[in-house]
């Protein structure tokens, strides 16, 4: 789950972690009103789930209350196109008002959950206010990590040695350190997958803050987290991810491609994935339908996969585990029936109940293709959609 920059400072600051002073509008002239109580000079942010703001026109620096309400009537209602929304953007709500800083560094700061090593990792760099892919693949010297020990974890002496990388000196350390400290207690207690600040900045008067800021959080552990669920803006949200955990299907991801997939198993997901990418396809989705015995949920998830127009074939790859065959064959053909436009249905079924479930779908009359194993049966999900 994502949450807004503002949102994210003001969980950020209730942990300790220095932001400028700024409130959200959602018209013009509260913007102008916001400016006036900052002294009006101030920065018009617009607040939607993506980076990249800036050059999308949604961030604009304001000299006076006029100027602010003008930026703001601009980036209001405006459809933000950046490398993180696609090309269809995202339309503008709400936007931030905030205190306009005299920057004297950009740097970056980040708190993430290291994947090799099962640690949280915080990421530092001289590079701040630039894409950190950017850096990485330029120039992967210039990123500095400590590993954190969750029972200890974020040791002064870590919290230094990324101060020492960054070229932080006297009182600057000492506030940057602090801060590496709050990031990390609100990374740990919000059980965030990623907190990162970009750019944390100094001041020409000596102060350390966050200019800008984001988190995400681990939506398994929403359940303990009611204030940060709160939170949760479902309009920057895919609408059919949406649509599908309101329905139960949690592990529902959207991409780019055009071979739909239902699953019974994460990691069988990310191989059907990689299967149909070997076989020179795309998938559309990532779908983990986990053990759901229940032929609505099928024909929900069958359902929710057709309705992207991009999809041109959908691949069913059930194996093993405790799902019942013959209740996913049921599934499909009712889903079959259900759908608007004919889309080729590849599957591969293997496990509980198999024969009833073969039974079913050779009775039913109905096209669906079928595969022996994974390897077969994503050749025949591309070939399907490339047909179509």
């Known amino acids: 789950m994502k949450v807004h920059e503002f949102q994210a400072k003001q969980i950020l600051a209730a942990f300790g972690v220095p932001v400028p002073q700024g409130r959200t509008a959602t018209t013009a002239a509260?913007?102008?009103?916001?400016?006036?109580?900052l002294g009006g000079k101030c920065v018009v942010k617009a607040q939607i789930h993506a980076g990249g703001r800036g050059k999308g026109g949604g961030v604009?620096?304001?000299n006076s209350p006029d100027e602010a309400e003008q930026a703001a009537s601009?980036?209001?209602?405006?459809?933000?196109?950046?490398?993180?929304?696609?090309?269809?953007?995202q339309r503008v709500k709400t936007v931030l008002i905030e205190e306009q800083m005299a920057v004297e560094r950009e740097l970056y700061l980040a708190v993430l959950i290291d994947g090799a090593s099962a640690r949280p990792v915080m990421m530092a760099s001289a590079a701040g206010g630039m894409e950190i892919e950017e850096v990485a693949a330029k120039t992967p010297e210039a990123i500095h990590r400590v590993s954190i020990d969750p029972v200890t974890g974020l040791q002064p002496h870590l919290a230094r040695e990324l101060c020492f990388d960054l070229g932080l000196s006297g009182d600057e350390q000492k506030q940057a350190a602090k801060l590496m400290t709050a990031l990390y207690a609100a990374f740990i207690e919000k059980d965030a997958s990623l907190a990162e600040i970009n750019?944390?900045?100094?001041?020409?008067?000596?102060?350390?803050?966050?200019?800008?800021a984001k988190m995400n959080f681990d939506d398994n552990a929403l359940f303990r987290h009611a204030e940060v669920e709160a939170l949760r803006d479902r309009d920057e949200e895919d609408p059919s991810e949406v649509e599908a955990q309101s329905k139960g299907i949690s592990n529902f991801i959207k991409l780019e491609g055009n071979i739909g997939c239902l699953v019974n198993g994460a990691g069988l997901a990310m191989a059907t994935m990689d299967s149909i990418k070997l076989a020179g396809g795309e998938p559309a989705n990532f779908l983990d339908i986990a053990t759901a015995n229940d032929v609505t949920k099928v024909v929900d998830a069958l359902t929710i996969i057709a309705a992207d127009p991009n999809v041109r074939a959908i691949l069913v790859n059930i194996f093993g585990g405790m799902a019942r065959v013959d209740v996913i064959?049921?599934?499909?053909?009712?889903?079959?029936?259900?759908?608007?436009?004919?889309?080729?249905?590849?599957?591969?079924?293997?496990?509980?109940?198999?024969?009833?479930?073969?039974r079913l779908i050779n009775e039913s009359g109905l096209p669906v293709i079928r595969a022996a194993d994974l390897g077969e049966a994503a050749a025949k999900a591309v070939e399907a959609a490339r047909a179509a």
């Open 30 to 37: 509260e913007a102008r009103e916001i400016a006036a109580s």
């Open 74 to 89: 601009q980036i209001l209602g405006m459809q933000l196109v950046t490398h993180q929304t696609g090309p269809e953007g």
């Open 60 to 62: 604009k620096l304001a």
């Open 329 to 358: 064959a049921e599934g499909i053909i009712q889903a079959q029936r259900q759908m608007e436009k004919a889309i080729p249905v590849v599957a591969r079924l293997a496990g509980t109940n198999v024969e009833e479930g073969e």
């Open 199 to 212: 750019p944390l900045v100094t001041t020409k008067d000596g102060r350390v803050l966050a200019l800008d």
